[in-house]
């Protein structure tokens, strides 16, 4: 069973940076894709960033393109969101999600299997 758990958000002023971490285990991390996605208050999850099982290939939301940046390391089991430059409109529960097969980057909720519980990010303006 594949368990992934995410640490790192938190309180910050518009124009901060945070970085998010999601822990894997259970499971080959390296053959895994990867994924970001956020949920504010009364909206519908959406896609932020994704990030292939080699890290050869990532993409990123249009909102987001040029100021958050995917990366994992497989040594740690570990896949990272670097957000910079934040915005209060990036205030959100934030989550990982792993797809186990195939080997691109994946933006649809539905195409992941397993999902972390989430982690908090507020930006204050």
């Known amino acids: 069973q594949v368990q992934l758990v995410e640490s790192g958000g938190g309180l910050v002023q518009a124009g901060g940076s945070l970085r998010l971490s999601c822990a894997a285990s259970?499971?080959?991390?390296?053959?895994?894709?990867m994924g970001w996605f956020r949920q504010a208050a009364g909206k519908e999850r959406e896609f932020v960033a994704a990030?292939?099982?080699?890290?050869?290939?990532?993409s990123y939301a249009d909102s987001v393109r040029g100021r958050f940046t995917v990366s994992r390391d497989s040594a740690k089991n570990t896949v990272y969101l670097q957000m910079n430059s934040l915005k209060p409109e990036d205030t959100a529960v934030y989550y990982c999600?792993?797809?186990?097969?195939?080997?691109?980057?994946?933006?649809?909720?539905?195409?992941?299997?397993?999902w972390g519980q989430g982690t908090q990010v507020t930006v204050s303006s």
């Open positions: 990030i292939n099982w080699s890290g050869g290939t990532t």
């Open positions: 999600a792993a797809k186990l097969l195939g080997g691109g980057v994946y933006s649809t909720p539905d195409e992941f299997d397993y």
């Open positions: 259970g499971g080959a991390f390296s053959s895994y894709n």
